[in-house]
């Protein structure tokens, strides 16, 4: 199967270009992990990179935001990038970005990933529905990924988890020694229930680097979820900027390597 422009779970998930999902029944444009102000974080660290991200975010988000009209956005965890402290890029980023998004009458719900520190302040402010740490819209669950769904929730009207933080990515490696990275979402079976599906969302930002999920064990996952399941009977759906290309399960990616 060659490139296509969408992928539909169900006739209400749709997997885009640009490691984007939309959902029909909620009207919802769903993405992760932008890491706003990475840029700066890694220079703080001597690593230099051009600071093109927030732009590229913007022009992704708001075409989709035009094309689909959704009600409402939601970011499921790690909005901005760094841990310990708030940066003069992502303040700025973070600000630019959500006056946008209010400009546009959305109704944005913030997952709460573990970069999203120092930021709950500029949140309320701006009426952001910030959740901690997962939020339920009718049969879907969005949790960042980084701690586990707490073992007394009721998981009976759940048909989908959708989550993120492992940045999700297929290694391609060809006979001369080349290599590539494409970021991909996941589909498969959330391990404690075999009835629902999970999907893990490749990350919105093209700069911060993700789990090889062709290369590495199980066990090398960072998300307590992931480290449960079956990883290698997920379906791997790489997200270009040109389109979609549907690939194999993770075992048969192996292969590649």
């Known amino acids: ?8 779970i169900d006739n209400d998930l749709v997997l885009l270009p640009n490691r984007t999902m939309y959902i029909k ?38 075409n989709y935001i035009s094309r689909f009209r959704p009600e409402k956005l939601i970011v499921v965890g790690d909005f901005k990038h760094e841990f310990a402290q708030k940066t003069w890029q992502e303040h700025r980023e973070t600000l630019l970005l959500l006056d946008e998004i209010k400009n546009r009458n959305l109704y944005f719900i913030l997952v709460r990933g573990n970069h999203d520190n120092f930021i709950r302040g500029i949140l309320e402010r701006n009426n952001v529905d910030f959740r901690d740490p997962y939020y339920v819209e009718g049969e879907f669950l969005f949790i960042h990924g980084h701690k586990d769904i707490p073992g ?27 290599r590539d990275k494409v970021p991909v979402f996941m589909i498969g079976s959330f391990p404690d229930n075999k009835k629902i599906k ?28 992931l480290q449960r399941a079956e ?22 990616l192996r292969s590649l390597l």
């Open 1 to 8: 199967m060659g490139v296509i422009d969408r992928y539909v």
């Open 25 to 62: 029944s909620i009207r919802a444009l769903v993405v992760a992990d932008l890491h706003l102000g990475i840029e700066y974080a890694m220079a703080l660290k001597g690593i230099y990179l051009p600071a093109y991200q927030f732009a590229e975010i913007r022009e992704i988000l708001f």
């Open 152 to 178: 007394n929730l009721d998981l009976s009207p759940i048909r989908y988890i959708i989550m993120a933080h492992e940045h999700p990515a297929v290694l391609f490696k060809d006979e001369v020694g080349g």
């Open 198 to 225: 999970l999907i893990v969302l490749p990350a919105l930002s093209s700069v911060a680097s993700g789990i090889e999920v062709n290369f590495v064990a199980p066990s090398d996952f960072l998300s307590p979820i």
């Open 231 to 252: 990883i290698d009977e997920f379906k791997a759906i790489a997200s270009l900027s040109t389109g979609l290309l549907e690939l194999p399960q993770i075992k048969h």
